[in-house]
């Protein structure tokens, strides 16, 4: 069960956190915000990607997008999305829960730098129930701390005055 081995792994790695199960659904971002009562930037959402033939994780803001032109400069090749199966079966988190935690076989995990603009981050915890609240730096230690810059935070749009 993936729930099961995030908890495992957070125990063995980072026992001072807590995986927090939800009776609502935090399967979405705005799922993920509304329970947790944060922006949705917050939330740490974790894409599954192939470039160039290899697969790797990328946590970002829940309110960025994944950007063509600064992925291909990040990863040195145009970024694929992977379907749910195939997340699940090397991730063992279903679309909605997955995270960088608890994974059944190492991937290279890369933080993009959209996420330092906050002090605290919830990624999912392996559910579509389950989260792990964190400092970002703290998400950055436990994920091996490779920063790139792959994906475009939203405009912020300036009221007029």
């Not at 930037?41 to 309110?63: F, Y």
């Not at 994974?103 to 559910?127: C, F, R």
């Amino acid at each position: 069960m993936s729930l099961a081995s995030v908890q495992a792994d957070l125990a063995a790695r980072a026992p001072d956190l807590m995986v927090e199960v939800t009776e609502h659904s935090t399967a979405t971002v705005q799922l993920a915000a509304d329970v947790h009562g944060v922006e949705p930037g917050q939330i740490a959402k974790t894409l599954c990607i192939r470039v160039n033939g290899e697969v790797l994780l990328l946590v970002t803001r829940g309110d960025a997008r994944l950007d063509n032109q600064k992925s291909k400069a990040a990863f040195g090749g145009r970024p694929r999305m992977l379907g749910a199966e195939e997340v699940e079966q090397l991730t063992s988190h279903q679309v909605g829960g997955v995270c960088p935690f608890g994974l059944p076989q190492p991937l290279p995990i890369y933080l993009d730098a959209s996420l330092k603009v906050y002090e605290l981050v919830i990624p999912a915890g392996g559910s579509t129930h389950a989260s792990v609240r964190l400092s970002v730096a703290r998400l950055a230690e436990l994920c091996g701390g490779k920063w790139v810059d792959a994906c475009q935070p939203p405009v912020e749009i300036a009221e007029a005055g």
